[in-house]
């Protein structure tokens, strides 16, 4: 049976349990909000600029650690969401923007608002530098397998923002339900990858067998619900935390073993800590220049005198700034379970030094 491509998008987000849609009304949505208003599933946030709906995605997304869907128009709706996208970007929040575009039977006819300086339906690359993937629509039964898709590359990985073009006219479109079948059979959830067995007892025996270890905590943690599984680990050795300022909140500022924020914004006993630490422990963080004082040597970290291991989801972060004796690729969350594990294998007792 056939029925129209906003009302599958709607029934599809309802599908994947999406509450709210952040956005701004523009001719080229109309088809999908007119969809969204018969939802009894979803509110629609309607929003005074696209960089707010953007922005409120963000917020949203942050806390419900689900990808956040924003609505745009083409054009100057699509560039006014800019600046929201980019932060989500840099931060690895997962926002599923979908933006109406021209329709695309005015394909090279340069119609209202259409951004065309170099190319004719060219509007997504616009975000293509800040978004992990940018499609744009060509034929309407492909929206069922773009839109699945899009929501796993937003939610995978390292996470962060991701583009889905859909001219006006697609929106109107009538296709067969069954191409949504496809959709309905897949997972919602994927498995994160943990830590390697050796990977763990090697950064165990690191961090155990260290004279003053430390534990360098960044936004990841947060962004991977870890931060029951960094005060386990951080309490069974004894080991004091800093953090990035994207790490505020991954544990309490009152814990007993939290030393504070590095960076521009660190204290001197803090930085006292992180300079004379013989092994850290880098969770989730880039060590960034606000984080690392612009890496000059000696300020925040030392180089010279530390040896880095470090946990992150995206592979481009591990050794990025430091050098790194130890590194892996994957999810906080697993990855401090499986570590603590074998760090009390090797110490039942505990470190306490």
């Not at 001719?27 to 005074?48: C, D, P, Q």
Request: proline share 6%; glycine share 8%; aromatic share 6%.
């Amino acid at each position: 049976m056939k029925k129209l491509v906003s009302d599958l998008m709607v029934d599809y987000l309802e599908r994947r349990g999406v509450e709210y849609v952040f956005g701004l009304c523009g001719h080229t949505i109309i088809g999908f909000l007119e969809a969204l208003s018969r939802s009894s599933k979803i509110r629609y946030v309607s929003t005074r600029h696209e960089q707010v709906a953007a922005t409120a995605a963000d917020g949203y997304a942050r806390v419900k650690k689900q990808a956040a869907v924003v609505l745009s128009h083409l054009g100057p709706g699509l560039t006014n969401t800019v600046t929201g996208i980019a932060n989500a970007a840099l931060d690895s929040i997962p926002l599923v923007l979908i933006a109406g575009d021209v329709p695309s039977y005015y394909y090279g006819k340069h119609p209202h608002q259409e951004v065309n300086l170099h190319a004719d339906g060219s509007q997504y690359e616009i975000l293509r530098p800040i978004v992990k993937r940018a499609w744009r629509v060509d034929d309407p039964e492909a929206i069922p397998e773009i839109l699945d898709k899009a929501f796993r590359m937003a939610e995978s990985g390292r996470p962060g923002p991701v583009l889905v073009d859909i001219p006006m006219d697609m929106f109107s479109r009538e296709i067969d339900e069954h191409l949504f079948d496809r959709t309905r059979k897949n997972s919602l959830m994927t498995c994160p990858p943990g830590l390697s067995k050796e990977a763990a007892e090697a950064m165990a025996r690191s961090l155990v067998e260290a004279e003053r270890p430390l534990i360098h905590a960044g936004g990841g943690v947060l962004l991977a619900d870890a931060s029951a599984e960094l005060a386990a680990l951080c309490e069974f050795l004894d080991i004091p935390v800093s953090r990035t300022l994207m790490g505020h909140g991954c544990l309490s500022d009152t814990h007993p073993l939290m030393a504070g924020q590095t960076g521009f914004w660190g204290l001197e006993f803090t930085h006292e800590l992180t300079t004379q630490a013989d092994v850290i422990l880098g969770l989730g963080t880039r060590f960034a220049e606000a984080d690392s004082s612009s890496w000059y040597q000696g300020v925040t970290f030392d180089p010279g005198k530390t040896k880095f291991l470090q946990i992150d989801i995206d592979p481009d972060e591990i050794g990025r700034n430091y050098p790194v004796e130890i590194g892996a690729v994957a999810h906080l969350k697993p990855a401090l379970s499986a570590l603590l594990e074998e760090v009390r294998k090797i110490c039942p007792q505990g470190r306490k030094n």
